[in-house]
């Protein structure tokens, strides 16, 4: 399952096979959410819950440019300093998963598919170029 803030809507796949995609949306949209991916490591309470486990990916929260030309002259000017854009902070894996208003009809359709090693990936970003008919989700980081 892929979760996009960019293109507001949730992408679920089974085996690289599309299943559905639908609309969906979110709290403070303008925040960014992160990328953040669960997956489903084992069945609990009888099958009434499910074990996750969680990888983040790691955002800074100053985006630092800098001039690269002055680097390629060959001057005794002073190298010009780096600027300092300040971003929005993304939100934690836990804030990301509460800020996504998932469907009734989506929490039904996935409650059925759900098994250990599902996986579900929330991100800021659309879809990959790389993301086709025959391949997983592909999202990139930078």
């Keep these: 399952m892929f979760v996009s803030r960019k293109e507001k809507k949730i992408f679920v796949r089974q085996n690289t096979v599309p299943l559905f995609e639908m609309p969906i949306t979110f709290d403070n949209p303008d925040q960014p959410l992160g990328t953040h991916v669960f997956t ?15 990888m983040t990916i790691p955002t800074d929260p100053v985006a630092m440019m800098e001039d690269r030309s002055s680097s390629r002259r060959k001057s005794r000017e002073a190298p010009k300093p780096v600027v300092q854009v300040q ?9 990301a998963l509460e800020r996504v208003q998932f469907p009734p009809e989506a929490v039904d359709r996935i409650s059925e598919l759900l098994i250990p090693g599902s996986s579900l990936v929330i ?7 790389e993301t086709g008919r025959a391949t997983e989700f592909v999202v990139l980081t930078r």
């Design 87 to 95: 971003t929005k902070v993304a939100s934690t894996a836990a804030e």
């Design 123 to 129: 991100s800021d970003t659309g879809l990959g170029n």
């Design 40 to 54: 489903a490591m084992a069945v609990t309470d009888n099958g009434a819950g499910m074990r996750w486990n969680l």
